[in-house]
């Protein structure tokens, strides 16, 4: 029996993508940059989460308040995550 090996989607699209963007191994130093990229924006993340939720306690009782002050850590995480990637992305293409 002929047995044929079939690739996965996944494994299409994997290389598919490698040839439209050929990927370069990073450094060490680039490592290191995106280490501490995502540590410094973890660290923002938290202190944003433990003044937001500290806030959305003191307003037990009020909903509006409370769904607000919700809404405002869902965007301000969101920034930050932004701000994260676009950081990571410039120590990738060595623009930093």
Known sequence: MIYKCMKS??????????KGSPSRPLTEEQKKALAEIDSEQDARIAERRIFLEGEIAKAAGDEHTIESLRRQLAAEVAAIEEKREEKKEKVRQGTV
Not at 9 to 18: G, P, T, V
């Open 9 to 18: 989607a996944y494994e299409l699209a994997m290389s598919r993508l490698e």
